[in-house]
């Protein structure tokens, strides 16, 4: 008895292990932990060594049955990845704990600690902790492996304007390629809500899986746009002038948005003319944009009472009737002048340049000037005032960002086109009211008109440029940048 109070005092509360003999807790198995994870490997069954799948050139995990997602190193997503290669086994057991092992970037290793519970004999619960290695195999997506083939889209958008001058990126146009139709059907809509045009859309079978009844098309939209201009000289048809408020036959269009915006340089009278307008009375522009001649001005008055027939549209508040005589800087050593009447009376003074069209001289084949009284066609139409381009490319302290494209041949033609194109955006504040112009901080500062008073962009209305860099995000923001 003795014996047997002295033993319960040295170890009281525990029981001896039945394989080892080692004093343990008591546990519904009655053995110790070291034995029964000898006995029990409560891991079996699940995978030590996992593929996953990583394309090279997007950054992206595969993640079955078909779906690739981007997912940073030792995130919660690419964990979450890790774990669905193995859920099934992992069913089995109860999962504790779960996370990353690091491992050097470049060695093509994924390394997950996953903590696991399980009841085994007796109702007695075992937990053990392991490492899954993941393998990192190359593998290139499907989107990636279309870009390789050059058969990379789903729907392609032909933007096409009739009678342009030409666009070198296609003989008439533009086009757009997506990799799903409905990201191209939401640049047909951008398009109807930014340019007057119409569309048909056609789609191609390519190919087709009779047993699980799947067809893969290719679709097309084809999208015309009207054929006028920003400058351009037109003539409407008696019809449709008449329509507009009596305005004359002979216009000019001074900006194109989602509608024609036309003015009469003989009254400043104004219309719009829509997409659905313009298909149902077409008209064409008389002169092509090398046509234009420069003229230097020999006298300039404003007219002050402008006369209006019955039932006249409204008038131009921006800008200014005036009766010019202008000569053509060509024909200055002879006595010739012409006389017109112009809506840039409010910028022109003695001695000034300015283009315009010389529709005397010109051989206008047109159905509507055709029919016109040749007293009606005026023998000049005067367009915008001439600057010095290359002071004004000098001094132009903004620049625009474009998207990558692919250009055929870019020649001068072309680069006179764009030149165009930044005018335009200098002259007129509701053409850039949607653009986003830049500060090139090359060019210095200097006051918003030069010596000449060509138009310039205020710094008000200028971005700052924005550079991301790794030295400015640190190296582990610009890998994700990248």
Request: aromatic letters at 6%; a neutral charge.
């Amino acid at each position: 008895m003795e014996y047997m109070a002295e033993s319960t005092d040295r170890s009281p509360g525990h029981i001896l292990c039945c394989e080892c003999g080692v004093p343990i807790s008591p546990n519904p198995a009655n053995i110790c932990v070291a034995c029964l994870r000898s006995k029990v490997d409560i891991s079996q069954g699940i995978p030590k060594q996992v593929s996953i799948s990583f394309c090279k050139q997007c950054q992206r995990y595969f993640q079955p049955p078909g779906t690739w997602i981007q997912c940073a190193l030792e995130s919660r997503e690419l964990l979450a990845l890790c774990l669905k290669k193995i859920k099934a086994p992992l069913s089995k057991v109860r999962l504790v704990d779960a996370g990353f092992v690091w491992t050097e970037p470049h060695s093509k290793r994924l390394k997950v600690k996953l903590t696991i519970q399980k009841e085994v004999m007796n109702g007695a619960i075992l937990q053990q902790v392991f490492v899954v290695d993941y393998v990192v195999q190359s593998q290139m997506c499907g989107d990636c492996h279309r870009v390789e083939a050059k058969d990379f889209w789903k729907a392609v958008i032909q933007v096409r304007q009739k009678n342009t001058l030409r666009i070198k990126e296609i003989h008439d146009g533009l086009d757009f390629y997506y990799s799903s139709k409905q990201h191209a059907q939401k640049m047909v809509e951008f398009l109807q809500c930014t340019v007057p045009c119409r569309y048909k859309a056609s789609q191609r079978l390519i190919s087709q899986d009779i047993h699980s009844n799947t067809y893969n098309y290719k679709s097309t939209f084809s999208v015309e746009i009207v054929p006028i201009c920003k400058d351009n000289v037109v003539c409407l048809s008696p019809k449709l002038a008449q329509s507009l408020g009596n305005m004359n036959q002979i216009c000019v269009c001074i900006r194109v948005t989602s509608a024609i915006h036309l003015i009469d340089p003989n009254t400043l009278q104004v219309a719009d003319i829509d997409g659905s307008t313009f298909w149902s009375h077409p008209f064409n522009s008389l002169c092509h944009p090398k046509q234009l001649e420069e003229f230097i001005v020999m006298e300039c008055s404003i007219v002050q009472d402008i006369k209006r027939a019955a039932g006249a549209g409204m008038i131009s508040k921006k800008h200014t009737l005036g009766e010019v005589w202008v000569q053509k800087t060509s024909e200055m050593n002879t006595d010739k002048q012409y006389f017109c009447r112009t809506h840039l009376g409010h910028l022109l003074n003695p001695g000034d340049l300015v283009l315009g069209f010389d529709l005397a001289n010109c051989n206008l084949n047109d159905e509507h000037v055709n029919k016109m009284n040749s007293d009606r066609v005026p023998d000049v139409v005067l367009i915008k005032k001439s600057y010095d381009r290359t002071k004004r490319q000098r001094r132009r302290n903004w620049k625009l960002k474009e998207l990558a494209r692919e250009r055929e041949n870019m020649d001068t033609d072309d680069e006179r086109q764009y030149q165009d194109f930044l005018e335009d955006l200098e002259e007129d504040e509701a053409i850039r009211k949607n653009v986003n112009i830049y500060r090139d901080s090359a060019i210095p500062v200097e006051s918003d008109t030069d010596d000449e008073g060509a138009p310039r962009i205020s710094l008000a209305e200028m971005l700052e440029d924005l550079h991301i860099s790794q030295d400015a995000t640190g190296e582990e923001g610009a890998s994700m940048l990248t």
